[in-house]
């Protein structure tokens, strides 16, 4: 069974300073892929950025980067220069791969994060 | 990213009576689709993995009968809430997935459709 925790209900940030959200996990997969999704007040969940467990080297999607430490099973998102549009609630999720037509996603249960002026 | 559509994007209806919602990926194949419920400031879900040509697989506690998923084509499934009582109230959400993009296996979701039962 997979298992994602995000201990962080809220975060607060102001406009273009640097924001870490933080997700744990815990997996007996050998290999396994971690998503961070942002879902915005509308409800449309949009996929940010992802990390294979054996990438040697930390995802990065434009201002997205995701802070990998395999050891510590943590895989926290960081966001540069934050806007005001990055307001959102944001999920960390993990699924084992390889991917069979059955596997499927684990959510945790989201960090709403808020930028201010 | 793959775009995937859903609709309606919001249905109010009264009790008793069955609801569709239809969910397409725009620019893939889906040999994969999945369907989510989200109650407000809780996380998504699973209620079913949908793949094209075979029956649905759900998640325990969700009510087959009461849930029909329908994925008669490669970029389109299909969720009815049949009898729907006021507790079905929710925001549904599919999302599909693209074997052929990289990231593997990434999960692309569509807008959400918000159902209020009177």
């Known amino acids: 069974a997979q298992k994602i925790t995000q201990t962080q209900p809220g975060m607060f940030v102001q406009e273009k300073e640097a924001v870490t959200l933080d997700c744990t996990y815990d997996t007996s997969d050998p290999s396994y892929g971690l998503f961070w999704y942002k879902q915005p007040s509308s409800g449309e969940m949009i996929f940010l950025i992802y990390?294979?467990?054996?990438?040697?080297q930390n995802a990065t999607e434009g201002r997205y980067s995701l802070n990998f430490q395999k050891a510590r099973k943590s895989a926290n998102l960081v966001i540069s220069a934050s806007q005001l549009g990055d307001s959102a609630m944001y999920f960390c999720a993990m699924s084992p791969l390889p991917n069979s037509g059955y596997s499927t996603l684990t959510f945790g249960k989201g960090t709403m994060l808020l930028v201010s002026p | 990213g793959a775009v995937v559509s859903q609709h309606p994007s919001r249905v109010i209806c009264k009790s008793g009576t069955s609801v569709k919602i239809e969910c397409r990926s725009l620019d893939f194949q889906a040999t994969t689709m999945f369907w989510y419920r989200q109650f407000p400031k809780q996380s998504l879900m699973l209620m079913a993995t949908s793949n094209e040509g075979s029956k649905a697989t759900y998640e325990q506690g969700v009510e087959k009968d009461k849930f029909l998923i329908n994925h008669a084509s490669l970029t389109l499934s299909t969720l009815t809430v049949t009898s729907a009582h006021p507790e079905d109230s929710s925001f549904y959400i599919c999302s599909a997935r693209d074997r052929m993009r990289e990231p593997p296996d990434t999960q692309y979701f569509g807008p959400g459709t918000r159902l209020t039962v009177l």
């Open positions: 990390q294979g467990s054996y990438d040697q």
